[in-house]
């Protein structure tokens, strides 16, 4: 290894790494250079992606990760409307908690909550989903609509951060155990639906279950919490113009057009 950045620092004509005894460390230029070598890797590695992703015969597989609480709860009943409109495109979904690399792992679209940006990726907000309060029918036929102090008493699902935001909600003392937490909010919506407690949940995320009237609001007000509220469509930018790719994200925003009419009230 030492012969071999000798060999580099010769035919570059400039020192890498400064020589402490036996150990290197690198020097100013040598870190310029890692950090210009890494860029050109990463570019490499979309440019690699793209390619694959144009090749024939698999130019219609689309790969995307997804957090299973969006996959479950409004991705998956809306797949048969995508496959209808694209019956050339196959989704392969991975649904995970985990942050996907990309590039890394070869997936062309991420569906990611959050801020972002995420580096060397393009981003674009998908939808903003305010966070509300909502409860099973029974439980809610027993809270008068607007009611924050009942609302308060009632059993809690999710964490002490979730309580701190209902209490904003409220506005007033919370006197209700927290009965579980959950680190899917599909998970805490289907504890809802079977009367566990009230939830906090994304207003997209329970929006069937509203309006099959499997959850039922429990308060008008929503909070708009940027930190948790956002899903964000991410992908390589070599593949901004792959068309199975730009059907994907059309589909998507008209998906999420749908959501937000059916949601109004009336």
């Given amino acids: 290894m030492s012969q071999q950045i000798k060999l580099l620092e010769e035919q570059l004509g400039l020192p890498l790494f400064d020589r402490r005894g036996r150990s290197l460390a ?20 979309q440019g690699l992606l793209a390619a ?50 990309l590039q890394r792992d070869g997936v062309h679209v991420a569906l990611r909550g959050g801020f972002g940006p995420w580096r060397g990726l393009q981003a674009e907000p998908l939808m903003d989903s305010p966070l509300i309060a909502v409860a ?25 951060e979730d309580r701190a935001r209902l209490l904003a909600l409220c506005g007033c003392a919370l006197s209700g155990k927290t009965v579980a937490d959950f680190n899917d909010g599909g998970l805490m919506l289907q504890a809802a639906e079977q009367d566990t407690g ?43 113009d792959w068309p199975p790719l730009m059907a994907l994200r059309q589909w998507l925003f008209d998906e999420v057009a749908l959501s937000r009419q059916a949601l109004l009230p009336g």
Wanted: glycine share 4%; hydrophobic share 50%; no cysteine.
């Fill in 26 to 45: 690198l020097n100013a230029a040598g870190a310029a250079l890692q950090a210009a070598v890494e860029r050109a890797l990463d570019r490499l590695a």
């Fill in 52 to 101: 694959q992703a144009a090749h024939r015969g698999a130019a219609q597989q689309l790969r995307l990760t997804v957090l299973p609480s969006f996959a479950q709860r409004w991705l998956l009943p809306r797949l048969v409307r995508f496959s209808e409109r694209h019956p050339d495109i196959v989704l392969n979904i991975h649904a995970s908690q985990q942050l996907v690399d």
């Fill in 136 to 160: 099973a029918p029974a439980r809610a036929a027993r809270l008068p609509l607007g009611d924050h102090r009942a609302l308060a008493a009632q059993p809690l699902l999710g964490s002490n």
């Fill in 198 to 240: 009230i939830a906090l949940a994304h207003e997209l995320l329970a929006a069937d279950a509203l309006q099959r009237g499997q959850l039922v609001r429990v308060s008008p007000l929503a909070l708009h919490d940027s930190a948790a509220a956002s899903y964000w469509f991410v992908h390589p930018p070599e593949l901004a």
